[in-house]
């Protein structure tokens, strides 16, 4: 038996920044299919792991923690690989951490899922989400130049929290030639020794044809 589970599907960038965190530390870990597209996080099952219905959910040991920033800042501590020098670091950390989720994921992850697998075609409430993820990325970009990653010269998981959902740019339609810097930070995670595409790494890919 593996010493992590991840709880996961595929298609997660949310659970990607877990699943990238465990590729890149060479962890012994298993994934655990989520079958999120028929419901399954919806199940009493399911809550009774995690009361919340979302994935990642890791478990280790005794231990069971959801909410991809909080398992990002468990492994962190333990493999001692991708996190702070000092307090300081871990707060700039934490800061990134949370705008990913409030602004960057949150956005991203509705966008794609309502074009990507909802197929709604671009309307109002995409027209918002759109214009959202680009004022997130426009501040990301600005923040990376000069820099080759978030905090500087090393990555960290503020990297992997905020790549979460980038490597599907085709499927919410962005060109990163228009971001350039942060097309650049992605080739530099890229080329990390044990980074694997989200479709590659974890379980579910592709979806069954439902048409």
């Known amino acids: 038996m593996a010493e992590y589970k991840l709880y996961c599907f595929a298609q997660s960038g949310n659970a990607y920044k877990a699943a990238l965190m465990l590729s890149l530390c ?63 670091e871990r707060r700039e950390i934490l ?46 970009d600005a923040h990376l130049q000069g820099r080759s990653f978030v905090l500087g010269e090393r990555p960290t998981i503020a990297d992997l929290s905020l790549c979460g959902y980038l490597y599907f740019a085709d499927e919410f339609a962005v060109d990163w030639a228009d971001y350039p810097d942060i097309g650049a930070w992605l080739g530099r995670i890229r080329a990390l020794p044990g980074w694997v595409h989200p479709y590659e790494l974890m379980p579910g890919h592709p979806l069954p044809d439902r048409s």
């Open 26 to 88: 060479d962890a012994d870990w298993d994934a655990r299919f989520v079958d999120f597209f028929n419901g399954e996080t919806r199940t009493p099952d399911f809550r009774k792991i995690n009361e919340m219905g979302e994935v990642p959910v890791l478990e280790h040991r005794e231990m069971r923690l959801s909410q991809s920033g909080v398992i990002l800042d468990y492994l962190a501590a333990r493999f001692g690989k991708f996190g702070w020098a000092d307090e300081d």
């Open 95 to 140: 800061r990134w951490l949370l705008w990913d989720n409030h602004k960057l994921t949150s956005y991203i992850g509705t966008l794609r899922f309502l074009i990507r697998f909802m197929k709604t075609g671009e309307t109002p409430v995409t027209e918002f989400l759109r214009g959202r993820m680009k004022s997130a990325l426009a501040i990301l």
